[in-house]
């Protein structure tokens, strides 16, 4: 086996990129397809997971990073901006130090997990944090583009969803065909629009023979979709989802209405369920946004909404390291012990 190269070289053809395109990557994608034994059993389903929180920042947003990076290149770009809730700040300002680019990144103050902030700093991009929400930092990103010599590089950029749509095609090269139901995160909508285009890219050009359903979890607290309209004052513990008006609101609708699927949502407190399930039960650490899907696969099974026997696929978004706060407040704290054997067994209650 060849090593994986990046998602543009291997999907170059399905991809707008050319050979005056240089290509800043640091080979995201080609992430496992994971089979998840114990949410297949209590679901019905054969149930397999798409960890993007193994690409290179930790989180599917490299996918959409390394095209909008590298067109951004292509076309003499110095300086990208974008606003963020965390993951897509880490990974344009790690593709920006590829491509030698100054990257600045507008956050809401205090409602971004620790480890995301840490990779927007270690990468040295311009972090302002605003006095105000994720919808507010978009707004203001996408005015300073307008005005300045910026880049905009959040999935209303197209060439973003662009890049993440490549998930759907290594799914459907893993499986043989797509599957029957596609779970995933809702924030901003730019993931489930671009799974969506992707799924029936293949179709339409018969490499799969059909389109999964696509089933869109929102945290309860942040459910614009659910509620039919934008929410002004989003909260949830999944800061990473904390969206009142998602800028991709009609291509998600889209993908809902045409796959024949739904946007639904999902309490903090089924999320934190599906989160522990999934560290202590599938091996899969993620962080509590990526939950939503699961949490999400359990509730329309349990409705009906999923038969028993489907092919369903969650996509879990990003890496559990990145907010390890929920997992070290969930659990007891470590026992100290001196160098000794028999009190170390003690302790391990194997004495
Ligand atoms: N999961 C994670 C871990 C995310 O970081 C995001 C979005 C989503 C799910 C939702 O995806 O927005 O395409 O519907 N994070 C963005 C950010 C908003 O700034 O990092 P979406």
């Given at each position: ?55 290179p920042t930790g989180s599917f947003k490299d996918r959409g990073m390394t095209v909008a990076i590298s067109k951004a290149a292509e076309e ?215 939950a939503a899907s699961v949490a999400g696969v359990l509730q329309a099974a349990e409705q009906g909404v999923v038969p028993r026997g489907s ?41």
């Open positions: 086996a060849r090593a994986w190269r990046g998602l543009i070289e291997e999907y170059r053809d399905r991809l707008p990129v050319s050979d005056r395109t240089p290509v800043i990557t640091l080979r995201e994608g080609g992430t496992p397809l994971l089979p998840a034994p114990r949410i297949s059993q209590l679901t019905g389903c054969e149930v397999h997971l798409k960890v993007e929180g193994a690409n003499g770009a110095k300086a990208v901006i974008c606003a963020s809730t965390g993951n897509t700040s880490a990974s344009a300002a790690a593709y920006a130090v590829r491509a030698g680019m100054t990257c600045a990144v507008l956050v809401p103050q205090g409602k971004i997990a620790m480890g995301k902030l840490a990779q927007a700093l270690v990468h040295g991009a311009r972090l302002l944090q605003v006095d105000g929400n994720f919808d507010d930092c978009l707004e203001l990103a996408r005015k300073l583009a307008v005005d300045y010599p910026v880049a905009l590089v959040n999935s209303v950029n197209p060439y973003r969803l662009q890049g993440q749509k490549t998930a759907a095609f290594e799914i459907v090269d893993a499986l043989g065909d797509a599957p029957d139901v596609h779970c995933l995160p809702v924030g901003n909508a730019g993931n489930i629009s671009a799974y969506w285009m992707g799924y029936k890219e293949y179709a339409a050009d018969g490499v799969a023979s059909r389109t999964p359903r696509m089933l869109g979890f929102q945290a309860s607290g942040a459910a614009p979709f659910v509620r039919g309209e934008p929410v002004p004052k989003p909260s949830t513990i999944a800061t990473a989802i904390r969206i009142g008006n998602p800028a991709s609101w009609d291509l998600a609708i889209a993908a809902r209405d045409e796959s024949g699927g739904a946007i639904d949502a999902v309490t903090d407190r089924q999320i934190l369920a599906a989160y522990r399930l999934l560290a202590r039960e599938e091996g899969v650490f993620v962080e509590p946004a990526s092919r369903v696929v969650c996509t879990v978004t990003g890496n559990g390291l990145k907010d390890p706060d929920w997992a070290i407040s969930g659990a007891p704290a470590p026992t100290t012990v001196k160098v000794d054997a028999h009190a170390a067994a003690s302790a391990l209650g194997l004495a």
